[in-house]
Each structure stands twice: as structure tokens, then as C-alpha cells.
């Protein structure tokens, strides 16, 4: 999960990634629908979309584990 504008105190998660999992392709097929493989991969991948950088100018990166194991990454970006 991308918090593009972390404010110390509260996580917002902006963009979420759900890597090596089959569940977008149930997804899918709950939506009775073809749709273009690439959106597809682009949603199981590691890959965030461009984003505008908020006035806090700091991001963080948080990952949870198959397990529920939480880690939680905060970088200042100037």
C-alpha cells in the first residue's frame, strides 16, 4: 500500500497492490466480463502509478504478509 501523503500520524492508503494472488482473476470472473490483460497485470503488480507528491512531501510504504506481519516504510522526499 502507497500513502503519497503520510502525515506522521495516520495512514491513507492511495494506491494498493495485490502481488501473486489469484484473486483478480475471480474478480474476473464475478464480473462476467473480458477485459484487457494488461489491466489485469498492472493491478497484481509492484508498480505504483505516477502520483503528485502532497504538502506533507513525504510517502509511505506499508506491506502486509501472507502471515499479517505488517511493515511500514516512511521516506522524506524533497
Known amino acids: 500500500m502507497l500513502d503519497t501523503d503520510y502525515n506522521g500520524m495516520s495512514f491513507c492508503a492511495r494506491q494498493v497492490f495485490f502481488p501473486k494472488t ?11 466480463g473480458r477485459y484487457n490483460d494488461s489491466v489485469w497485470e498492472h493491478l497484481a503488480g509492484v ?3 505516477p502520483f503528485v507528491l502532497g504538502p506533507h512531501k513525504r510517502i ?10 505488517e511493515l511500514m516504510v516512511i521516506r522524506d522526499v524533497a
Do not use: F, M
Open 22 to 32: 489469484s484473486a483478480w482473476d475471480n474478480l474476473q470472473k464475478s464480473l462476467k
Open 47 to 49: 508498480e505504483s502509478e
Open 60 to 69: 509511505a510504504v506499508k506491506v502486509i504478509d501472507e502471515r499479517g506481519n
